[in-house]
T-cell receptor, first 112, second 114 residues
Framework: QKEVEQDPGPLSVPEGAIVSLNCTYS??????FMWYRQYSRKGPELLMY????GNKEDGRFTAQVDKSSKYISLFIRDSQPSDSATYLC????????????FGPGTRLSVLP | NAGVTQTPKFQVLKTGQSMTLQCAQD?????MYWYRQDPGMGLRLIYY???????DKGEVPNGYNVSRLNKREFSLRLESAAPSQTSVYFC?????????????FGPGTRLTVL
């Protein structure tokens, strides 16, 4: 079993839809949770960052962490074609960059 | 302010050839990292440098060497390339090795080993 799992997609949704992206993990010691967005042929860029459990909202994006279920989610409201990208989750026990564990990513297409 | 830059963008090697991937950052960050990205595998850490003058192995260091030339530059060397090293290589940097630790990534180097 991989330490961090993500459905690879591709996930195709119409413009304006609510998108739900998810990761499951096996290490209960993870405390820091991140979502990165990666456009085609570009490097990842940090989208959301959460510590421990709970929700965090930033504009159209909401990150949720459920540590009891070892499950994190990223919700995108009013999705736009510009949201078409691969979304990577990452997590860590101690927030040291060298210890980040990345999921394989979910490819999202938002169709106009 | 260019952020993290990588050269070259693309490279094709034959098995057994050597090459060095270059990375530089202009954000005065202490920590730098080399990752490889393969389909279905996620980003995997090859080597990292927590600060100038130090380097340490990551998850998949075999077949690679690194040099932290100065605070700005961190290079990755393949001494004898193998087809299993065909991948996209990303360099990243961050301000500290702890605390709120946003990593900034370069645009990547696409390497094919024939």
């Amino acid at each position: 079993q991989k330490e961090v799992e993500q459905d690879p997609g591709p996930l195709s949704v119409p413009e304006g839809a609510i998108v739900s992206l998810n990761c499951t993990y096996s290490n209960s010691a993870f405390q820091y949770f991140m979502w990165y967005r990666q456009y085609s042929r570009k490097g990842p860029e940090l989208l959301m960052y959460t510590y421990s459990s709970g929700n965090k909202e930033d504009g159209r994006f909401t990150a949720q962490v459920d540590k009891s279920s070892k499950y994190i989610s990223l919700f995108i409201r009013d999705s736009q074609p510009s949201d078409s990208a691969t979304y990577l989750c990452a997590m860590s026990e101690d927030n040291y960059g060298q210890n980040f564990v990345f999921g394989p990513g979910t490819r999202l297409s938002v169709l106009p | 302010n260019a952020g993290v830059t990588q050269t070259p963008k693309f490279q094709v090697l034959k098995t057994g050839q050597s090459m060095t991937l270059q990375c530089a950052q202009d954000m005065n960050h202490n920590s730098m990292y080399w990752y490889r990205q393969d389909p279905g595998m996620g980003l995997r850490l090859i080597y990292y440098s927590a600060s100038e003058g130090t380097t340490d192995k990551g998850e998949v260091p075999n077949g690679y060497n690194v040099s932290r030339l100065n605070k700005r530059e961190f290079s990755l060397r393949l001494e004898s390339a193998a087809p299993s090293q065909t991948s996209v290589y990303f360099c990243a940097s961050s301000a500290t090795s702890g605390g709120a630790n946003e990593q900034f990534f370069g645009p990547g180097t696409r390497l094919t080993v024939l």
